[in-house]
């Protein structure tokens, strides 16, 4: 099947680069959000993006203005994707949310619309009864930052059609990315299962109180020779992203350290309005970071 009308579900701070990097690659694509106050912030978000499009990939401002311009905003969800070719499922890390979007999504969408859900640590198999079309639904996850972090992993489930996984593997090709198959179901896929384990132990050193976030950091940093620490990637990723893994992971385990930390993450962060480098805040002020000065890494 060849893809060309693409609907983004959720503007979110990787449900938008999403769409604006399909939009960049010459697609029409449809951005669908609950509200006003989420579209507006998506249509922000989505314009923000353009300066560093005009960075790093050399674009001129026709370009960036022209991809900006292939993009419809909705929150009508029928509207959105009803002639879809291909929906991108990029909502909360939240089971029950996710459940009942795609039983409204397959109510709303013609037969040949195929689903991919964009989950960092959810299986497709958990969702692919609620769609009502479970032969056309998969995942596919990519990474933030995008239009430098260029993964796109595909992963199906047993009851995947192999024409579908062939055309979304395509697909991902047709918007710049590096196509990764999964041929079969991993919790967190290739990139999150070498990553979260990394991530979630920083933040149980962080609680127990064992080393402060830039310790943490330089130790990694330092050790590795990687460029940004795990609070550094977290920033990114989104301090509400995290905090609904940790509270799901919490409300599974009983497990009191991801209670704890749940905690912190929600009155230390998220009430306070730092949620990462989008909003300026979060583990690290930007756009001058402290990992990022020349002197982060030297003795003190």
């Known amino acids: 099947m060849d893809y060309q009308s693409i609907t983004v579900a959720g503007s979110g701070v990787l449900g938008s680069q999403i769409a604006y990097q399909i939009a ?167 990139l999150n299962s070498l990553l979260v384990p990394l991530l979630e132990a920083a933040q149980k050193l962080l609680v127990k109180e064992v080393a402060d976030v830039e310790t943490i950091d330089k130790t990694w940093m330092l050790a590795t020779g990687a460029p940004q620490g795990p609070f550094a990637i977290l920033d990114v990723v989104g301090i509400k992203t995290a905090y609904n893994i940790t509270l799901a992971k919490a409300e599974k385990t009983g497990d009191q350290e991801f209670k704890k930390l749940a905690e912190l993450l929600k009155t230390e962060y998220i009430d306070k309005g730092k949620l990462g480098k989008e909003t300026g805040e979060g583990f690290y002020t930007y756009p001058e970071p402290n990992f990022m000065e020349e002197d982060f890494l030297k003795n003190e």
Do not use: C
């Open 24 to 190: 960049f690659e010459g697609f029409d694509v449809s951005v669908y959000d609950i509200n006003d106050d989420a579209i507006k912030d998506a249509k922000e978000r989505i314009a923000n993006l353009k300066p560093r499009y005009q960075k790093a990939a050399k674009a001129s401002e026709a370009d960036v203005n022209a991809a900006y311009n292939r993009i419809s905003f909705h929150t009508d969800l029928s509207e959105s994707a009803r002639n879809a070719d291909l929906v991108i499922e990029a909502i909360p890390e939240v089971v029950d949310i996710k459940t009942d979007f795609y039983k409204e999504l397959g109510q709303v969408t013609p037969e040949k619309t195929v689903f991919a859900t964009n989950s960092s640590t959810l299986m497709p198999s958990q969702f692919a009864e609620a769609t009502g079309r479970p032969a056309k639904f998969l995942a596919l996850h990519f990474a933030n930052e995008i239009w430098k972090n260029n993964t796109a992993e595909i992963m199906k489930h047993q009851g995947t059609d192999p024409e579908v996984f062939d055309d979304v593997i395509k697909f991902a090709k047709a918007i710049g990315m590096v196509a990764l198959p999964l041929h079969k179901e991993q919790p967190g896929y290739i």
